[in-house]
């Protein structure tokens, strides 16, 4: 089938590859000229046969927004445009709506995989009605890894996205775990290992993952990680995820804890653990360090 497909960074390059190497055409546009086929979004969509789709791979928010509404106005009804970025869940339907209201279809389409996803194949979790998502599913099929699973129509519009967030929520609380059971390792005298260790537990343990696998390449790389900061951004699907389980009153005390462990992340000098020295030094005249 024909693709067209906006964002051909880290993700999207990787992604257009994989589908051509199936045998699909792939028209990709992106605002880097250097990484695109057409330039601009009106000649993809020219560029394409009716009925056509559309695939966006743009930076959650205000880009992927922008695109959706420049679809909206260059597109016809009866293609479809599938948002494959880390939206947040409940843009999903907005975006649905608004292109409804052109007979224009929309998928929202969750994808794990990172720059490994070419070799691999990419994790996809999609929401959208049966007869959309139909009409990608030759899409979803080349990007999907080899095998039984690696791919799910999760639900309506929106539930892509919702399955990616707490995958991704899920992502976090796993990190956090090998990364302070890394920390209390590193910590005691009598493991003299640390890394051999981790490699150990690759196989036969109950906590052996990718993410595991992963630790110990970076570990191979900086054995003691002593040329990194302790310093961890977010991308904000697990804030999401964290305000998902209050609406919902669900409690995720592990997921929101590894939220706010990044948070900590970023100071240098923690003003809450002041306010505690501060405190324990009034009422038990406990000895503080002072700056
Ligand atoms: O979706 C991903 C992996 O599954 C992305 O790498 C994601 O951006 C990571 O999130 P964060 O920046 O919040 O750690």
């Known amino acids: 089938m024909e693709l067209g497909l906006v964002g051909l960074g880290k993700m999207g390059g990787n992604m257009r590859e994989r589908i051509r190497r199936a045998g699909h055409t792939v028209i990709g546009y992106d605002r880097n000229p ?118 799910v129509h999760a639900g309506k519009v929106g539930a892509g996205h919702f399955a990616k967030m707490v995958h991704n929520g899920i992502e976090y609380a796993m990190m956090q775990a090998y990364a302070e059971g890394w920390e209390l390792l590193e910590k005691v005298d009598s493991v003299t290992d640390v890394r051999e260790v981790f490699r150990s537990w690759q196989e036969g343990t109950v906590i052996r993952s990718w993410l595991l696998d992963l630790a110990v390449n970076a570990l191979d790389e900086d054995e003691h990680l002593e040329r990194l900061r302790g310093f961890a951004q977010d991308s904000g699907e697990g804030r999401w995820t964290v305000e998902a389980a209050i609406d919902n009153a669900v409690p995720l005390p592990a997921i929101t804890a590894s939220l706010f462990a990044r948070f900590a992340s970023r100071q240098d000098d923690s003003p809450q653990m002041k306010m505690i020295a501060a405190l324990r030094n009034q009422f038990g005249g406990h000895a503080v360090e002072k700056n």
Not at 50 to 72: I, K
Not at 104 to 132: H, K, R
């Open 34 to 151: 250097d990484l695109a086929d057409v330039h601009s979004l009106r000649e993809l969509v020219d560029s394409l046969q009716a009925p056509r789709v559309v695939w966006v791979m743009v930076p959650a928010g205000a880009a992927t927004q922008s695109t959706v509404d420049e679809l909206g106005e260059l597109l016809s009804p009866g293609d479809v445009v599938v948002d494959g970025g880390n939206s947040r869940w409940t843009d999903d339907e907005k975006h649905a709506d608004e292109l409804a209201a052109k007979g224009i279809g929309f998928v929202d389409c969750g994808v794990s995989g990172g720059v490994w996803g070419l070799a691999n194949g990419y994790a996809l979790m999609y929401g959208g009605s049966a007869e959309d998502v139909a009409r990608v599913q030759p899409v979803f099929d080349a990007l999907k890894p080899e095998g039984d699973f690696g791919s």
